[in-house]
Structures are given as C-alpha cells and as structure tokens.
C-alpha cells in the first residue's frame, strides 16, 4: 500500500489506453515514470476517459486498459511506491474537467497542434467529436487535481502542458491560489522516438502502418523484421544529425535508450558499421531490453486479483487526494454545499 511522504514532490502522468504501447511510450515516458518513483510521490493513470474521444470497441478498451496495466507494473512501475489507477474510477477527474471547461477559451484549445493534426483529413466540423477539441482541459485537470508539481511526457504533449499552466495561473489570479503549477520533465532522450516507416513523424500506436512501430509487446522476429526494413537515407554514413539524417538519427536515438547510453556513444559504436548491421544490433537492443518486461506481463496477465486489488487501493487513493482539490473548487466557484 503506497504512503505517500509530505515532503517529496508529487508527479502526474497519464498513458492512453487507446492501443498498445510502442516503444515511442516506453522510451518517451514510462522509463521516466520508473526512474522517478523513489524520489517523487508519483501517480500514474490509464486515461480511458482520453481514449474515448476517439471511437473505441468497448470489448477492446476493457481488455487492453487491463493488460496496459499489466504491462506497466511489469516494466516497473512498483505499486508499494506509485499510485497506478483507471482515471474513470476516479469521478473527480470528469468533475474538474468540466468546471475548468468554463475557464477555458475557444481560442485557445483551437490552437492546439495535436487537435489540428488529428482532425486535418476531417470532411467537416460534423465528424469531430467535441471531446477531442476539449481533451486539453480534461488532461489540465488530470494534472491539477493533485497538485503536481512534475509531469514526465514526451515533447509532443508539451503544448497540452503549458495549457494546463496558463489554466492554472487564471484560476489562482481569478480567486486565490488554488493549484500549483506544473513544471515538464522531458527526460534526456527518448522524448521524441519517431516512426520507422517517416522518420520525420511521431512514432504512434494509431499509424495505419504496422512498420512503422514497435509495440512492448512484438515478438523477436516482428521487431528484427520491422527494423530492417525502417526507413533510411541513400548516404552510407551513420552519424547523429537529426535535420539530413533523420532515419539514422532515430534509430540511434533508440538504440542509446534501449542500451542506456549517450547518443554520442551510440554513434561512435557504430561509426565504421554498415547500415544493415547497424539496424540488426538496433533490433537486437530493443528486443533484449524488452525480454524482461515481456516475461514478467506473461506472468502478470494471469493474476488478474492482483492486478485488480493494485488498481483499486490506488484509485481509492487517488480519490481522497483529488477530492481534496476538488472540494476547495468547488468552494472558490460558489457550488453551494450542504455541508
Ligand atoms: P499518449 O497516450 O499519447 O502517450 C503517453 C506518453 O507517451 C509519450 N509518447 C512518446 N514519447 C516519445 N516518442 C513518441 N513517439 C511518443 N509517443 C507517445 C507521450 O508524450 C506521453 O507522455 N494526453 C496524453 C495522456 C494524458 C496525460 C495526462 C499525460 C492525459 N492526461 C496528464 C500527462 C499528464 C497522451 O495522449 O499520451
């Protein structure tokens, strides 16, 4: 059962369950949600209430949500140290979504480059959800609700992040300070892991194309044969240079994350190296860091009590610290209480 310690800092971080996670997440995120649990109170959440502003088949969502817990205490989330919890088991995150909606602006979220991304191919105003427009403020109040002062996400939720902040600062100017306002934590590299087929794109769990991702979960030989056909550059050289090299650059970036060292040691590696030996040893790292996570979710996926039991303490948690948040808004906006 998680304590946490008054005097440590508290971080949030969230992790849709709207498909499998590929080593863009692992690198990206989760591997900085493991290295910071002995020093923070951390608290971690499947966002399904995320998820759905994008259609999900519901038998799908409720299974993968639980093998996507699975898969995150096997790659080391330890629940004795860090909350792990399904944000729709705790109703204050809906609740302060909603509330911080009406100190939101139009403008604002209209700017946001993942929203305009994701709606570009859209025919018409009519296909997008309003819950993918309004995602931002929901994640804002993910975050303020436990008055995080560090959230570890990849670059591309930065914009998300700095929203939260300018809604956390209206909010404390507007009444008095309520929220504290979050800092980013990016990591040193892995921040941005890009796709095998475009490496000049995101890698991403929602790419049409198979290639272009590696999930945590892929066997040996889906990974080998995934990078080996990971998009290159017609030069010879293997060298970091992230604008005229952008296939090299990736895989190397992801070979220091899987290997745990600097990209200029990744480089030197492999300076004299042919690109189809140098793709191989990049399979080669990734499929062996992920052996051990693999093996202990083969095994976690079978106890579903324990994994439940760890969902539950922990969304009970959770509840009693965001409710907290909660009830002092609630206060500040002048909902009348009986209490
Ligand atoms: P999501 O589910 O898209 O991704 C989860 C985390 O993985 C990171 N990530 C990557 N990092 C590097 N390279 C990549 N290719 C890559 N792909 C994904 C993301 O940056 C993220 O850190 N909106 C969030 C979920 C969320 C959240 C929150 C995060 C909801 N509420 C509150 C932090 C705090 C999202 O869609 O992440």
Same mark, same amino acid.
Not at 16 to 29: C, D, H, L, R, V
Not at 40 to 56: E, F, G, M, R
């Given at each position: 059962?998680?304590?946490?310690?008054?005097?440590?800092?508290?971080?949030?971080?969230?992790?849709?369950?709207?498909?499998?996670?590929?080593?863009?997440?692992?690198?990206?995120?989760?591997?900085?949600?493991?290295?910071?649990?002995?020093?923070?109170?951390?608290?971690?959440?499947?966002?399904?209430?995320?998820a759905?502003?994008?259609?999900?088949?519901?038998?799908?969502?409720?299974?993968?949500?639980?093998e996507?817990?699975?898969?995150?205490?096997?790659?080391?989330?330890?629940?004795?140290?860090?909350?792990?919890?399904?944000?729709s088991?705790?109703?204050?995150h809906?609740?302060?979504?909603?509330?911080?909606?009406?100190?939101?602006?139009?403008?604002?979220?209209?700017?946001?480059?993942?929203?305009?991304?994701?709606?570009?191919?859209?025919?018409?105003?009519?296909?997008?959800?309003?819950?993918?427009?309004?995602?931002?403020?929901?994640?804002?109040?993910?975050?303020?609700?436990?008055?995080?002062?560090?959230?570890?996400?990849?670059?591309?939720?930065?914009?998300?992040?700095?929203?939260?902040?300018?809604?956390?600062?209206?909010?404390?100017?507007?009444?008095?300070?309520?929220?504290?306002?979050?800092?980013?934590?990016?990591?040193?590299?892995?921040?941005?892991?890009?796709?095998?087929?475009?490496?000049?794109?995101?890698?991403?769990?929602?790419?049409?194309?198979?290639?272009?991702?590696?999930?945590?979960?892929?066997?040996?030989?889906? &990974?080998?044969? #995934? @990078?080996?056909?990971? =998009?290159t550059?017609? /030069?010879?050289?293997?060298?970091?240079?992230? +604008?005229?090299?952008?296939?090299i650059s990736?895989?190397l970036?992801?070979?220091?994350?899987?290997?745990?060292?600097?990209?200029?040691?990744?480089?030197?590696?492999?300076?004299?190296?042919?690109?189809?030996?140098?793709?191989?040893?990049?399979a080669?790292?990734?499929?062996?860091?992920?052996?051990? &996570?693999?093996? #202990? @979710?083969?095994?976690? =996926?079978?106890?579903? /009590?324990?994994?439940?039991?760890?969902?539950? +303490?922990?969304?009970?948690?959770?509840?009693?610290?965001?409710?907290?948040?909660?009830?002092?808004?609630?206060?500040?906006?002048?909902?009348?209480?009986?209490?």
């Amino acid at each position: 059962m998680v304590q946490f310690d008054k005097d440590k800092k508290i971080i949030f971080s969230g992790i849709q369950p709207s498909g499998e996670f590929t080593i863009g997440n692992y690198y990206g995120a989760i591997k900085n949600w493991v290295a910071t649990q002995e020093e923070y109170n951390c608290i971690y959440s499947l966002v399904d209430l995320h998820a759905i502003t994008v259609l999900q088949d519901p038998a799908t969502l409720r299974k993968r949500t639980f093998e996507e817990a699975a898969i995150l205490i096997a790659a080391g989330i330890d629940p004795e140290k860090a909350l792990l919890f399904v944000q729709s088991h705790v109703s204050a995150h809906a609740e302060l979504g909603w509330i911080l909606n009406c100190y939101s602006y139009m403008g604002e979220l209209s700017r946001m480059t993942q929203f305009k991304d994701k709606t570009a191919k859209a025919s018409s105003n009519d296909s997008i959800r309003v819950g993918l427009f309004d995602y931002p403020v929901l994640m804002a109040a993910d975050i303020l609700l436990y008055q995080t002062d560090v959230v570890p996400v990849g670059i591309d939720q930065k914009q998300h992040l700095e929203l939260a902040r300018d809604i956390a600062q209206r909010f404390n100017q507007q009444y008095s300070p309520t929220f504290v306002v979050p800092e980013g934590y990016f990591g040193t590299s892995g921040a941005k892991i890009n796709s095998l087929a475009n490496p000049e794109k995101k890698m991403s769990k929602s790419d049409e194309n198979e290639n272009a991702f590696i999930l945590m979960k892929d066997t040996p030989d889906r &990974i080998r044969n #995934k @990078f080996k056909r990971a =998009v290159t550059d017609s /030069e010879t050289e293997i060298r970091y240079d992230r +604008e005229n090299k952008p296939g090299i650059s990736n895989l190397l970036e992801i070979y220091s994350c899987a290997k745990r060292v600097s990209i200029e040691e990744a480089a030197k590696e492999f300076e004299n190296e042919n690109y189809g030996n140098f793709k191989l040893a990049v399979a080669e790292a990734v499929i062996e860091d992920l052996k051990p &996570i693999q093996d #202990k @979710f083969a095994e976690l =996926v079978k106890e579903k /009590e324990y994994v439940n039991k760890v969902l539950k +303490e922990s969304a009970d948690y959770a509840s009693y610290l965001a409710n907290k948040t909660l009830d002092k808004v609630k206060r500040k906006v002048g909902f009348y209480s009986t209490k």
